[in-house]
């Protein structure tokens, strides 16, 4: 009997200890589980980031950024801040002093006004209680200012007293903005920095600002015609005029932007015109008498002129253009009506784009083609391909040259 007891009371003891045991391990581990986790905000901006690209100077672009809590917790009151550059401005704010409930948005609008041609940077802030995570939400603005275009132009008006004309890329708003006796350009071309303009009775290329101020000679001892500009690796081009009626001794000049260092890269008879695309350089190449084995035409080679050859041959052309896929020229047909020709870059599929009197300058811009009409006294706009051909200057003594930047 007594071992019994003895027994039942140890095993009493231990079934004790172990439910004691077991039932501390347990709760221990019920309540880790059941720690809840800390409620707090979650902030965040839709879109996430603000490019607003490129914006021309003295124009605006707006957008709408919401704000939105999907936290556990209502925010406290926040604070809208706008740190970079000058560029951008919250123009509308239903965000700042607001405690955001959870679920619930808002919105912040930025506007972007560049005041010069540069990237602009910024950063969007909304920040509420900075002790907890996820209290703020920040967004990364981007914008690109650009100077708005320009078409350009040239006339040789009368007793060598022309003109250097800038409007804007539909003819709007033209206006004079170099001129005088002694000035004959029969080209212009432009860069993002400069305008350039030759006078073929001063024997001098000119670089000015794009508003035609500050012109200062920077070659001379010349006898230019058209001048391109090689942006990618900073070189001036301009063909060279020869003499007596079929132009011998004509040249394409090769400089660096500020006139340094020009020399010739080609010579040959008939120099009108030049154009740079690429890795090429193209000019016009007239018909020699004295010299029937020189091909005429359009001509294309290396940007050093290296590798010339006709491209177009057996043509009487007298201006170019290019861009990264086509090829300009102006002349005339055999009814001696004035042309402007599109082909491909090599000289191919050469087809008829324009017609006009005496078709003078040709330029290209990404959207739009341009050319003078010497006789008719007229600049003219057309699709890329030549369609839809609008005039937008009228008016003017013989125009020459064109050019779009």
Known sequence: MFEKRKLKSHWIRTLGATALVTGTVLAGTANAGAAPAPKAPV???????????????????????????????????????????????VIGDTCSAVSLPLGRNCTVTVQFAPTSAGAYSGTQTATGDNSRPGAAATISLTGTGVVPGHLYWTTLGFSSSGTIMMAGLDGTNPQEIAGGAGLQAE?????GNHLYWDNSVGGTVVEANLDGTNPKTIVSGQTPVEIAIDTTNGHLYWANSGTGLFGAGSSIMEANLDGSDFHSIANFTGGQGVAVSGTHLYWTQGYDPDNLSQPYGVMEANLDGTDAHVIAPNLQVFQLAADSTHLYWT???????????????????????????????????????????????????????????????????????VAVG
């Not at 080209?187 to 860069?191: C, E, F, I, P």
């Open 331 to 401: 002349g005339h047909n055999n009814s001696f009506v004035g042309t402007v020709t599109m082909a491909n870059l090599d000289g191919s599929s050469p087809q008829t784009v324009g017609t006009g009197n005496i078709i003078g300058g040709v330029a290209v811009s990404s959207s739009n083609l341009y050319w003078t009409d010497i006789n008719e006294g007229t600049v003219t706009m057309a699709g890329l391909d030549g369609n839809n051909p609008i005039v937008v200057a009228s008016g003017q003594e013989f125009p020459m040259a």
């Open 187 to 191: 080209g212009v071309a432009v860069d």
């Open 43 to 89: 902030l965040a901006f839709s879109p996430s980031s603000g490019d607003f690209g490129q914006v021309t100077v003295g124009q605006t672009s707006s957008t709408e950024f919401t704000l939105t809590n999907s936290g556990r917790a209502a925010s406290s009151s926040l604070t809208v801040s706008l740190a970079g550059s000058s560029g951008f401005t």
